[in-house]
């Protein structure tokens, strides 16, 4: 089975600043799928963005960003020039190729101060 | 475009009642899944059907939880009887490709 860890219980972010999100995870599968999604409060997941673990290069959508390090099974994501909006519970996924079934960790409670 | 429906929003049941939730997913999405989200924690997957099909359901508490998926639209999961344990938020998602699953509002179960 997959584990996903995700290390830190709560972030608090500046509006217009930076903030990494950090994620681990444990698998013997070589091709894969890495997931982050985002819960408001309302409850609703949203997908942020998507990394295919044959490809080397970090997957970017618009201010987020991933920092996928194969080898040591990790998997960050960066959000950039964080809005309000950007409040919310971010959580780390993982999927095995073919499988469609998401494993997903604890969650990140990201708040973003105005 | 629709996204997934589900209802209700919030139910709330005393121990040992019976419990049923409704999704509707998007329009053409061939399978459907089923996550329970306990408090403070991320989703796990309770069943996943591929039309009518339910293709994964080891992690249904099948003594307790059914689901059905008739005419490989919209579902129903059951919970009879329900648990104190129960009470959490009950997902329901679609897919086509299966690597982009959109997801519902959830109902939030609270058992007395």
């Known amino acids: 089975a997959q584990t996903v860890t995700q290390s830190q219980p709560e972030m608090s972010v500046q509006e217009a600043e930076t903030v990494t999100l950090s994620c681990t995870y444990d698998?013997?599968?070589?091709?894969?799928?890495l997931f982050w999604y985002k819960q408001p409060p309302s409850r609703q997941m949203i997908l942020v963005i998507r990394?295919?673990?044959?490809?080397?290069q970090n997957a970017t959508e618009n201010r987020f960003s991933v920092n996928f390090q194969k080898a040591a099974k990790s998997f960050s994501l960066k959000i950039s020039d964080s809005q309000l909006g950007d409040t919310a519970m971010y959580f780390c996924a993982f999927m095995k190729l073919n499988d469609y079934k998401l494993s997903f960790g604890a969650g990140t409670t990201v708040t973003v101060r105005a | 475009e629709a996204g997934v429906v589900q209802s209700p929003r919030y139910k709330i049941i005393e121990k040992k009642q019976p419990v049923a939730f409704w999704c509707n997913p998007i329009?053409?999405?061939?399978?459907l899944y089923w996550y329970l989200q306990n408090l403070g924690q991320g989703p796990e997957l309770l069943i996943r059907y591929e039309n009518e099909e339910a293709v994964d359901d080891s992690q249904l508490p099948k003594d307790r939880f059914s689901a059905e998926r008739l005419k490989g639209v919209d579902s129903t999961l059951k919970i009879q009887p329900a648990e104190l344990g129960d009470s959490a938020v009950y997902l329901c998602?679609?897919?086509?490709?299966?690597?982009?699953?959109?997801f519902g509002p959830g109902t939030r179960l609270t058992v007395l």
């Open positions: 329009s053409g999405h061939n399978t």
């Open positions: 990394q295919e673990a044959y490809k080397q």
């Open positions: 998602a679609s897919s086509s490709s299966g690597l982009k699953q959109f």
């Open positions: 698998t013997s599968e070589n091709n894969y799928y």
